[in-house]
């Protein structure tokens, strides 16, 4: 979990950051891949609308942002380590060098 919940800024946050790290080794069957994706944040989507693609979906209106992660695969796991240790300043601009922690929730 990551976002304005973990760190302190003057404007109250506007979303949840979640990254779901999800165990290879316990089968899935297509009724929780059902119960799931609507729990995930899917990007570049085909729709049956005029316009045909939206670039973002997001659960609960905007207000959830969450990516599956396969718990094991390194490349995913540094992936979101690296995004959600930097530390970006009140410009939004990343501040070089410095890290910060956030929050890892298990059960």
């Known amino acids: 979990m990551d976002g304005g919940f973990c760190s302190y800024k ?6 949840i950051d979640l990254a779901v790290l999800i165990d290879p080794t316990l089968p899935l069957t297509d009724k929780d891949h059902e ?3 609507p729990l995930f944040t899917l990007q570049e989507v085909q729709t ?3 316009q045909g ?3 973002r979906v997001q659960p609960m ?3 959830i942002d969450s990516f599956a992660v396969m718990a094991g695969v390194a490349a995913q796991e540094e ?3 690296d995004t959600w240790s ?3 300043g009140p410009d939004g601009q990343l ?3 410095a890290v910060k922690g956030y929050l890892e929730v298990s059960w």
């Open 35 to 37: 119960r799931l994706v």
């Open 95 to 97: 501040i070089p060098g």
């Open 48 to 50: 049956g609308m005029p």
């Open 86 to 88: 930097k530390v970006k």
């Open 61 to 63: 209106g905007g207000l």
């Open 79 to 81: 992936y979101w380590h």
């Open 10 to 15: 003057s404007a109250p946050p506007e979303d």
């Open 53 to 55: 693609w939206v670039d």
